[in-house]
């Protein structure tokens, strides 16, 4: 019996944790980003699902909230009915804290009355903010506006908020760990699954700095990828995920990003689409210089030139592309795109 006892005061106490649960109806994103003085918070806060919506469950966090909610709003259940149906099966739902965002993104959200202070919850359409053992409610407030006004991508905003609840003072008893997940369909690498940015610090003095690191990488490397790849598989949205892409292209511009494949890549893309010609031309520069002797950097730099127009610079780099892979069938038949343009010229 002691055992017994010994054993539920251990699993009893609460995490303070600060969350925010949200949705891009642009582009049919749901993601959650956390941080809190608890080991791998990502490994308990956050539940979400393409199509359906995502779900922030904490404080005295049951476990079984995620799942259910989720399977409540895949049937067709709001978020505050699928809320209410969670919290009628709950026998501490006092100690409880949710977050909601469904599938239209409503949001809904629960602080129950025994949640550690400060904890609180501030929510609107497409978000809602919780925490508790906050340093106070400025930690909501600020995370709530900060979203509210950023603009750009999902994910971006997300961590921005984390960022923000923070700076406001965030878990009153420390940093220990952070995680931003963002879902989508076929949103994953190459489309298998749907995490479309999926990073978690586990354990780390700076936790929202560390996954603030982690994401400016993600973000050129895999996010990039995947909604220029949306935009093909997608003809509907294509408008919206190119838009989103090419707001990447111009945080890479302005950055000390030191990665000549990102460069390069973002070139390519739209150089092929022959879209944003200046923009992509710089992008194409800046990998060469990273990189100066890759030839495949040089066929990107070749084409960049193309699309703007100065054929002569095509024709020069790819030549240079070819002395370092002479057999490549491909630079040859770009330089005869290239040389064609420049006779017709």
Do not use: C
Request: charged letters at 25%.
């Amino acid at each position: 019996m002691i055992a017994l006892v010994l054993m539920l005061i251990y699993v009893v106490p609460q995490s303070g944790t600060f969350s925010i649960v949200a949705m891009d109806p642009e582009t049919e994103e749901w993601g959650v980003a956390v941080a809190s003085k608890v080991l791998d918070v990502g490994y308990i806060v956050p539940w979400l699902e393409p199509s359906v919506g995502a779900v922030a469950t904490q404080a005295y966090a049951n476990p079984y909230f995620g799942p259910w909610i989720l399977e409540a709003l895949s049937q067709g259940m709001s978020a505050d009915d699928a809320l209410n149906s969670v919290l009628q099966r709950d026998t501490i739902p006092e100690q409880r804290q949710v977050g909601i965002v469904d599938m239209n993104g409503h949001a809904a959200a629960h602080t129950g009355e025994s949640a550690l202070e400060w904890a609180g919850h501030k929510k609107d359409r497409y978000v809602s903010v919780q925490g508790n053992i906050l340093a106070g409610p400025e930690v909501v407030d600020s995370m709530f506006a900060t979203f509210q006004r950023t603009g750009g991508l999902l994910a971006e905003r997300l961590i921005a908020a984390l960022e923000a609840g923070e700076a406001a003072g965030g878990d009153r008893r420390g940093k220990q760990s952070a995680a931003l997940y963002v879902v989508r369909k076929s949103g994953g690498y190459q489309g298998v699954d749907e995490r479309l940015v999926d990073l978690k610090v586990v354990d780390n003095p700076a936790p929202i700095k560390e996954l603030r690191r982690l994401y400016e990488m993600w973000q050129f490397s895999f996010l990039a990828p995947a909604y220029l790849r949306l935009a093909d598989e997608e003809k509907d949205k294509a408008e919206q995920f190119l838009r989103k892409t090419y707001s990447l292209l111009m945080i890479a511009l302005e950055s000390n990003l030191e990665d000549p494949e990102s460069y390069n890549s973002l070139a390519w893309e739209f150089a092929v689409r022959k879209m944003y010609p200046q923009e992509t031309l710089k992008a194409a520069l800046r990998a060469h210089e990273l990189a100066p002797d890759e030839a495949h950097i040089m066929d990107t730099l070749a084409e960049a030139y193309y699309v703007v127009g100065d054929y002569e610079k095509a024709v020069h780099w790819e030549k240079e592309a070819l002395k370092r892979a002479p057999d490549e069938p491909f630079y040859k038949k770009q330089l005869e795109k290239f040389e064609e343009a420049l006779k017709n010229k």
